[in-house]
């Protein structure tokens, strides 16, 4: 059974486990090219967005195996402070199964709680299952940015997406 809650510094090494073998997958869906963060990094920062309210990792769970992470940052500039920016990865033995529907639903819930009125994220045009995720959970493309990341010795593209919080 999938359980979906707030990540823990102690969840540091199974968050870098995922970002590596989702990093590494042939359809390269992330924006890290080398590797993700030391664990001891990620347990900083775990602990720091923890006392952190404009901030928040959560994790989707497979008994003891994280399967899934959401991060979400508030926008610091008093214009855009309702806004908050999302990454979500899962692991691709759990893709299709619900578990990103589930993080982006957690998500709307912690943005309702701090105040946040829209969510909004970039991925790769050629990551059609995530786009089609996005879309299905009302996310809507407001953009398309050229030559946006810089992938190793490449530059790509990246759609923006939203979705608008009703009150």
Do not use: C
Not at 44 to 59: G, Q, S, W
Not at 90 to 104: D, N, Y
Request: proline share 4%.
């Amino acid at each position: 059974m999938i359980r979906v809650r707030r990540a823990e510094p102690s969840d540091a090494a199974a968050l870098v486990e995922l970002a590596q073998a989702v990093g590494g997958e042939e359809g390269r869906w992330i924006l890290a090219t080398e590797s993700w963060r030391s664990v001891s990094s990620e347990r900083r920062y775990l602990k720091t967005v923890l006392r952190h309210p404009d901030a928040t990792v959560i994790v989707a769970a497979d008994g003891d195996r994280v399967v899934g992470r959401l991060s979400l940052s508030r926008d610091p500039h008093p214009a855009s402070h309702h806004v908050a920016d999302l990454g979500l990865m899962v692991a691709e033995s759990h893709r299709r199964q619900g578990i990103g529907t589930k993080l982006l639903a957690e998500a709307v819930a912690w943005a309702r709680t701090v105040g946040v009125r829209k969510l909004e994220l970039h991925v790769f045009p050629w990551n059609e299952p995530a786009v089609h995720l996005y879309e299905s959970f009302g996310f809507e493309r407001e953009g398309y940015r050229k030559q946006h990341y810089a992938r190793g010795d490449d530059v790509v593209d990246a759609i923006l997406m939203a979705f608008v919080i009703e009150a």
